[in-house]
Nanobody, 114 residues
Framework: QVQLVESGGGLVQPGGSLRLSCAAS????????IDWYRQAPGKQRELVAS???????NYADPVKGRFTISRDNAKKTTYLQMNSLKPEDTAVYYC????????WGQGTQVTVSS
C-alpha cells in the first residue's frame, strides 16, 4: 500500500521561507514522478511542481523562480523549498504519486500572513 506523509507547513510572514517534505512508502520509489499540488479555500486543487524519476522538474508559472522541488531517493522523500512566499501561496499542500492509481497525502497547511 502506498502512503504519502507531508510535513513542514506552518505560518510564515510574506517574504519568508518554508520547506515541505513528503515521505513515501513506495517500493522502487526512484521509478516514479512525484508532484506537489495545493488547494486554497474555495479554489480547485492545482499543480505546483513535479519531479520526474530522473530528476527533471516542472513548475507552475506562479511559483517559478521561488519554489524548488527535489528528491532524495535513498530516503524516499520529496521536498518543496518555498522562498519569497506571498499571501496567495496560502493553501493546503499535497504530494501525489501515480502508481497504477492516484495516491495523495493528507496535506499540510501553509499560511502566509503578517
Amino acid at each position: 500500500q502506498v502512503q504519502l506523509v507531508e510535513s513542514g507547513g506552518g505560518l510564515v510572514q510574506p517574504g519568508g521561507s518554508l520547506r515541505l517534505s513528503c515521505a513515501a512508502s513506495i517500493t522502487f520509489f526512484s521509478m516514479y514522478a512525484i508532484d506537489w499540488y495545493r488547494q486554497a479555500p474555495g479554489k480547485q486543487r492545482e499543480l505546483v511542481a513535479s519531479i520526474a524519476k530522473r530528476g527533471s522538474t516542472n513548475y507552475a508559472d506562479p511559483v517559478k523562480g521561488r519554489f524548488t522541488i527535489s528528491r532524495d531517493n535513498a530516503k524516499k522523500t520529496t521536498y518543496l523549498q518555498m522562498n519569497s512566499l506571498k499571501p496567495e501561496d496560502t493553501a493546503v499542500y499535497y504530494c501525489h504519486v501515480y502508481v497504477g492509481l492516484d495516491y495523495w497525502g493528507q496535506g499540510t497547511q501553509v499560511t502566509v500572513s503578517s
